[in-house]
């Protein structure tokens, strides 16, 4: 962001793709406003030199997005009290909003190319309605859900033959190969993702539910852990273990309860591991999944609170 003076003035009208905000409009200007389409908050000021090279970089990615993402400049020196609930502790720091939560974000003056496909990675939240191609990857994934996992990534392959940078198929194969226990063969799956689909919104989910699986390998017993919780409802390490317990044991809401507790008891714990895991479990549940929703909602009412 450049300095007063330094830069045109951003447009403030409310379906402007760039707008100023304030602590004042702040939950209109973002919270609201992300529950129809993603918005970028970058935190800056004035005397910020980083700043100065990011704020064009940031705005230059959301005016080429074509209005798939909204971004809301916030001036710390005149607007404290968000910044400091978001704990942005150095600037510029950048958070990204989706549906009413924050989802991603980064600290620091990050090159364009970066920057470039961060803001295509949060764009895509929003999704596109797939053509050609979308009754197939639909039908993969109601096989996928009714547990015909083989006759799913039969499909999906089937749909990356005719089309294959088609990202919702190359993430229903990946997720095939994790509903078969077949781990490492996911993640090759994964890595040979070609370079314009290996960010998207589907395969950081994939890359997600791949992760938590090969934690879940190393889950403990649930009751165990849970009679430990129980014997010390302090024991944080006991308590980050049953969440992924219970995700390991499908219990996923559950699991999510599990993490929102930590994060009420001790945010700060491990470094923050359980916002951490909050977010790979976010990210590995679609959009619109309620246990996302709701999770999401929860743990941002803690971090407003």
């Given at each position: 962001?450049?300095?007063?003076?330094?830069?045109?003035?951003?447009?403030?009208?409310?379906?402007?793709?760039?707008?100023?905000?304030?602590?004042?409009?702040?939950?209109?200007?973002?919270?609201?406003?992300?529950?129809?389409?993603?918005?970028?908050?970058?935190?800056?000021?004035?005397?910020?030199?980083?700043?100065?090279?990011?704020?064009?970089?940031?705005?230059?990615?959301?005016?080429?997005?074509?209005?798939?993402?909204?971004?809301?400049?916030?001036?710390?020196?005149?607007?404290?009290?968000?910044?400091?609930?978001?704990?942005?502790?150095?600037?510029?720091?950048?958070?990204?909003?989706?549906?009413?939560?924050p989802v991603?974000?980064?600290?620091?003056?990050?090159?364009?190319?970066?920057?470039?496909?961060?803001?295509?990675?949060?764009?895509?939240?929003?999704?596109?309605?797939?053509?050609?191609?979308?009754?197939?990857?639909?039908?993969?994934?109601?096989?996928?859900?009714?547990?015909?996992?083989?006759?799913?990534?039969?499909?999906?392959?089937?749909?990356?033959?005719?089309?294959?940078?088609?990202?919702?198929?190359?993430?229903?194969?990946?997720?095939?190969?994790?509903?078969?226990?077949?781990?490492?063969?996911?993640?090759?799956?994964?890595?040979?993702?070609?370079?314009s689909i290996?960010?998207?919104?589907?395969?950081?989910?994939?890359?997600?539910?791949?992760?938590?699986?090969?934690?879940?390998?190393?889950?403990?017993?649930?009751?165990?852990?849970?009679?430990?919780?129980?014997?010390?409802?302090?024991?944080?390490?006991?308590?980050?273990?049953?969440?992924?317990?219970?995700?390991?044991?499908?219990?996923?809401?559950?699991?999510?309860?599990?993490?929102l507790e930590?994060?009420?008891?001790?945010?700060?714990?491990?470094?923050?591991?359980?916002?951490?895991?909050?977010?790979?479990?976010?990210?590995?549940?679609?959009?619109?999944?309620?246990?996302?929703?709701?999770?999401?909602?929860?743990?941002?009412?803690?971090?407003?609170?």
């Open positions: 962001m450049l300095g007063i003076g330094d830069q045109p003035t951003a447009a403030t009208t409310d379906d402007a793709a760039i707008i100023d905000g304030t602590d004042a409009t702040f939950m209109t200007d973002v919270i609201e406003a992300s529950q129809k389409m993603p918005v970028i908050v970058d935190f800056w000021a004035t005397w910020c030199g980083p700043c100065k090279t990011l704020g064009p970089a940031i705005e230059a990615a959301v005016t080429k997005a074509k209005g798939k993402v909204k971004l809301v400049k916030i001036d710390v020196d005149a607007n404290q009290v968000y910044a400091g609930q978001l704990r942005v502790q150095s600037i510029p720091t950048v958070y990204a909003f989706w549906q009413g939560q991603d974000g980064f600290q620091g003056a990050l090159p364009a190319s970066q920057v470039d496909e961060f803001v295509t990675k949060i764009a895509a939240l929003a999704g596109e309605e797939d053509e050609g191609l979308s009754a197939a990857v639909e039908a993969a994934e109601t096989m996928l859900a009714e547990g015909d996992v083989a006759g799913a990534a039969e499909t999906f392959a089937a749909v990356l033959q005719e089309e294959p940078e088609n990202a919702p198929a190359y993430s229903g194969l990946v997720r095939s190969y994790i509903a078969l226990g077949d781990l490492d063969q996911a993640e090759a799956v994964l890595n040979g993702a070609t370079a290996a960010k998207s919104a589907e395969l950081d989910a994939a890359h997600a539910q791949l992760q938590l699986a090969r934690e879940a390998a190393d889950a403990g017993p649930v009751a165990e852990l849970q009679a430990k919780v129980e014997a010390d409802p302090d024991d944080h390490a006991a308590r980050f273990d049953l969440a992924t317990a219970l995700h390991a044991n499908g219990q996923v809401a559950e699991g999510v309860d599990q993490l930590l994060f009420r008891r001790d945010r700060e714990w491990n470094d923050g591991a359980a916002k951490t895991q909050l977010f790979k479990v976010f990210d590995a549940l679609t959009a619109t999944d309620p246990i996302a929703l709701n999770g999401r909602r929860k743990l941002s009412s803690m971090i407003f609170a």
